[in-house]
């Protein structure tokens, strides 16, 4: 009796389910009406957004930059008999890998992006990306969204000259561009990924292959940039060295040519002179020159290999939208909205707050 007693006194307390059930099927016609409206919403949003296209690179990049001989040992033989020391160059390090996700969503980067030239296969011509895909943006979801989320900030005063200043348009471009452009590291493989989502498939190959080409470029003068510099400097300095050195022996040849016979030690002593000029001008000359192929032969062991596993391929299929799954979307949506607002119709507060 104590244990009925008690399961009794527990459903008068608690939420009978079989109440709650008869309420849903009291309001199953709204329940109905909601499912209805919100799959229709569904459809036209569906329908509304605009096919996305998704194509995609694969690299595996130069992991290991400090590579103690590996790379150097098949020259050190040939150097060592021009009498570069290969031992004393330490190699600089690489941009890691997980980095480059990084640098695909810097604002210099995208900028770069929006002023490419793409093919729009449906007018038959080439266009600039930004305004392709300011055209692009502008549905009528797109500009709702806009009014909605609109909340301008104007500033006062010139900004820096070395800072960006983006109109409002081309802001809103970045953006977008932040989502249809990117990297990912696979982590075990090392293998990275690139990607473009574009409203067009030919356009989502060329930017890809544009994004592949600017990494690569990019982390290529990042390793390589103080080597070239120093080629740089090294070859001007060689030119002046060759041009000393070439004075130098010009000066002593004519000297002997003119002085075969020396009795006097003042012409003696200017014939020394010359001599340890050109001797100082070929040294400096001989040290310039190794010096010089030694920053080449580091700047080439700095410069960094990527090899393309997967080509960018025009995509066949869009990647989106999946209209079927944003149809079913809506459609539980409003069933969940149906049924709360039946629950909540048929709970007794007062019961359950007494």
């Known amino acids: ?134 055209k692009h943006n502008n549905t009528f979801w797109k500009r709702l969204m806009k009014k909605i989320s609109s909340n301008e900030i104007t500033s006062s005063g010139n900004p820096p000259s070395d800072a960006i200043k983006l109109t409002k348009v081309q802001e809103e471009l970045v953006k977008d561009l932040q989502g249809r452009v990117g990297a990912s590291l696979d982590k075990k493989s090392g293998v990275i990924s690139i990607y473009a989502k574009m409203p067009n498939p030919v356009a989502s190959a060329m930017i890809v292959t544009f994004t ?21 400097f090294l070859e001007k300095r060689s030119i002046e060295a060759k041009r000393r050195y070439d004075n130098a022996l010009f000066n002593v040849s004519s000297y002997n040519d003119q002085n075969r016979s020396i009795f006097l030690n003042v012409a003696k002593d200017q014939g020394k002179k010359l001599d340890n000029e050109l001797q100082l001008s070929y040294n400096l000359y001989s040290e310039i020159t190794r010096q010089l192929e030694e920053a080449k032969i580091k700047m080439s062991r700095e410069t960094p290999i990527f090899k393309v596993l997967e080509p960018a391929q025009v995509p066949l299929n869009k990647s989106e939208p999946k209209r079927s799954v944003m149809v079913i979307g809506f459609a539980f949506l409003g069933l969940f909205l149906g049924m709360g607002y039946a629950i909540i119709k048929g709970l007794d507060f007062k019961k359950l707050l007494s």
Not at 216 to 221: A, K, L, Q
């Open 1 to 134: 009796m104590e244990t009925q007693d008690k399961h009794i006194e527990i459903e008068e307390e608690g939420i009978n389910l079989l109440e709650l059930w008869q309420s849903i099927k009291k309001q199953k016609y709204l329940i109905l009406l909601l499912v209805f409206i919100f799959s229709s919403l569904g459809v036209m949003i569906a329908l509304s957004t605009p096919n996305e296209y998704s194509s995609e690179v694969k690299l595996l990049p130069e992991l290991d930059a400090k590579e103690g001989g590996g790379g150097l040992s098949k020259f050190k033989s040939l150097a060592g008999l021009a009498g570069v020391d290969l031992s004393s160059m330490n190699s600089t390090e690489a941009i890691r890998p997980d980095l480059y996700p990084n640098i695909l969503q810097s604002t210099p980067f995208l900028l770069e992006v929006l002023n490419q030239k793409v093919f729009v296969p449906k007018e038959k011509n080439t266009q600039i990306l930004a305004g392709y895909l300011e």
């Open 212 to 232: 592949q080409k600017y990494i690569t470029d990019y982390v290529t003068r990042y390793r390589t940039e103080k080597s070239v510099k120093e080629v740089a």
